[in-house]
């Protein structure tokens, strides 16, 4: 590899230059390049002549590297066969390669290494002369991918594998492809009791090991580690609250006691520093410390008591949060299958497909419950009917609240298109009881319209992950930060047909023959952050939390978009991305985290340039029980003012007799 390294890439290491793409963070309603363009673009003139060669040898190269793999998923298996493969190695193929692609090549490569060579301190490193330092101890609570997931078990089958990540390392990849069927074994929970199969543990990494790298080079929450670290903090003023990300919440406290945990890790870093803390979640990070918010006021729960929040908490920063859930959860479990796997080219999805078929993908996020806690919120009054949906665009022929939509054909005659509460319940309708049974006991996913409903679900913890069935904590000086990306196109509504597979167990499969306008191989996409709906990025932080039954103590509810503009070579986005995930590596989100950590967060603007406050508008959770809150507020208000007044009266009247009493 060195060798090959060396001839793709030219033969002297390219010099490092440090690249200023420091920012401030930005005022209101203002986003700010953190890199100049010339520092990571060709000139017009130098960039005309190379774009097709550029692109042809990315097709190229992207084209060998699938072939690779479909043959490495193939190994085993007599249906594939490349004979005139059999004798290619890599110095061959180097030497069949035109030289204009070698060229095309060395100069992706150096525009790469330009384009993400910025100092991963900068931002800690400007605000540091600023004055700027640790404050509030930050407690980080990651998403999904974030955590990995080590095996604890001591049996015959689990020995090779003890404290070897079974997820989020080259250990899992390596499970994966030589131990398939021993990985399942392990990565799956039992499907009755949602806990660890008999003989079988796994359990979440602990410490910033856990979530600051994915797998070697793919970092997660690194970059906001090393800027904590410039301004100040440690393993004793920061931590990070990792969880097992398979397990339903209520089982997270059940076999892990995460959230007693998580209680404690609060109580001890406000007791040794004196300060509140800085909660820091990302995605599904944001629902678990949402539910943990009720859970740790709960007689059922923490039993805090309902001030516990506002004594230790000081500001929730939401990074990506999936507040009403994620779309592309839905087909997940329903068919095994998303936008990743439907766009996969012909070799890369027959390749998939015989390593890990759709069946089984769907078994594996069936048996992780605490995935479909990402199922959709809100139904019909969020995401839509049949003839409307409230993020439809001007001149849209098939409304997005369409969510399952089936060409009409032959063998789907019997199909109908489906809402989002037509299709949850048709995947109740068609799995298996005991994942039925998992969902219902553990989740809700409807709206509770009155303030009454509202306080009642606080006694029913299926209610707790849904922000549109309970509240927010009852903490006015608590700050929320809603920090998402926009301008990435996510998964809206899916094409499905017929599987035509008689051994299939799954009857239904995306159509990913259907491409054109907004939908890409049977994947119908809208706007997002690339993973997350708009909807449910920012719904709760532009609307929901301001109508009074979901935020009755008046929580400060702060929203800053960041429009995603990746660099031209960099495979992560650079500074000023929107993705999902490599939006914890923007320079500006970690600018702002750390203001908010360093307690100076009140100097942060709002930034709103999406489309989301008029959909917000048009999604139909009503807010007249507000409006009759407000008229009876203020009626009593004013009733006790004319008391107040009518007694003061009284009492001067009563001063007066007495004055004139003792006179006489």
Request: net charge neutral; proline share 4%; hydrophobic share 35%.
């Amino acid at each position: 590899m060195a060798s090959l390294r060396q001839r793709l890439f030219g033969g002297s290491k390219a010099s490092e230059r440090n690249v200023d793409s420091r920012e401030d963070t930005p005022e209101a309603a203002e986003e700010v390049r953190l890199a100049p363009i010339s520092k990571i673009m060709a000139s017009p003139h130098q960039h005309k002549g190379r774009t097709k060669r550029k692109t042809g040898f990315i097709f190229l190269l992207g084209g060998i590297v699938g072939i690779v793999i479909a043959g490495l998923f193939a190994h085993n298996s007599d249906m594939i066969d490349f004979p005139e493969f059999k004798d290619l190695s890599l110095d061959s193929l180097m030497d069949v390669l035109p030289s204009g692609f070698m060229k095309d090549a060395r100069d992706l490569a150096k525009g790469e290494r330009e384009a993400v060579n910025y100092d991963s301190f900068a931002v800690g490193l400007k605000l540091k002369k600023e004055g700027i330092k640790s404050n509030h101890p930050v407690i980080m609570i990651p998403g999904v991918i974030s955590t990995g997931l080590e095996s604890w078990g001591t049996t015959n089958s689990s020995r090779q594998y003890f404290r070897k990540r079974l997820w989020g390392s080259w250990s899992m990849m390596r499970a994966l492809v030589v131990d398939k069927e021993g990985w399942k074994k392990h990565i799956m929970l039992d499907k009755k009791t949602g806990l660890d199969p008999p003989d079988i543990k796994l359990r979440a990494a602990q410490g910033f090991d856990a979530a600051d790298f994915f797998i070697t080079g793919y970092w997660i929450w690194n970059k906001i580690l090393e800027n904590l670290a410039t301004i100040g903090y440690d393993p004793q003023s920061s931590f990070t609250a990792s969880y097992d990300w398979r397990l339903s919440y209520k089982n997270l406290e059940v076999r892990d006691q995460y959230f007693t945990r998580l209680q404690s890790y609060v109580e001890l870093a406000f007791k040794v520093s004196n300060k509140k803390v800085t909660l820091v979640s990302h995605s599904m990070g944001g629902q678990v410390l949402f539910y943990f918010f009720h859970w740790v006021a709960s007689v059922d729960g923490g039993n805090a008591g309902e001030d516990w929040v506002e004594k230790y908490v000081d500001s929730w920063i939401n990074i990506s949060g999936c507040m009403l859930g994620a779309l592309k959860g839905l087909p997940a479990v329903l068919s095994g299958e998303m936008k990743d796997t439907a766009q996969l080219n012909a070799f890369a999805g027959y390749g998939l497909d015989r390593f890990l078929s759709r069946e089984e993908r769907a078994e594996l996020f069936r048996a992780m419950p605490g995935i479909s806690s990402m199922l959709p919120i809100g139904g019909d009054a969020v995401w839509g009917n049949s003839t409307w949906a409230p993020d439809d665009l001007p001149g849209q022929k098939i409304s997005y609240g369409q969510f399952l939509n089936f060409r009409k054909t032959n063998e789907s005659s019997d199909y109908r298109n489906l809402t989002v509460t037509q299709s949850m319940q048709y995947l109740l309708d068609t799995t298996e009881d005991w994942y039925g049974d998992a969902i219902k006991g553990s989740y809700s996913h409807g709206v509770a319209h009155t303030t009454a409903e509202v306080e009642a679900n606080e006694k029913d913890q299926r209610k707790w992950i849904n922000p549109l069935e309970t509240r927010l904590p009852l903490a006015p000086s608590l700050k929320v930060y809603c920090f998402y990306g926009i301008g990435k196109p996510a998964e809206r509504a899916y094409y499905y047909r017929t599987s035509g597979n008689p051994l299939s167990s799954l009857n239904i499969t995306i159509d990913t023959t259907l491409t054109r306008g907004r939908i890409d191989h049977g994947v119908i996409l809208g706007e997002g952050d690339g993973t997350v709906n708009l909807l449910s990025l920012g719904y709760m932080c532009n609307k929901g939390w301001n109508l009074h039954r979901y935020n009755p103590a008046d929580v400060q509810v702060k929203v800053y978009e960041m429009p995603h503009e990746p660099d031209r070579f960099s495979p992560r986005g650079g500074p000023n991305t929107g993705d999902h995930v490599d939006i914890l590596g923007r320079q500006s989100l970690n600018d702002m985290i750390l203001r908010i950590a360093a307690g100076h967060g009140d100097n942060i603007g709002e930034h709103v340039v999406s489309n989301i406050e008029t959909y917000a508008e048009r999604v139909k959770i009503y807010e007249e029980e507000e409006r009759m809150e407000r008229v009876q507020r203020r009626f009593k208000n004013a009733k006790k003012r004319i008391d107040d007044k009518i007694g003061s009266f009284e009492e001067k009247i009563d001063e007066v007799f007495e004055r004139v009493r003792d006179e006489l």
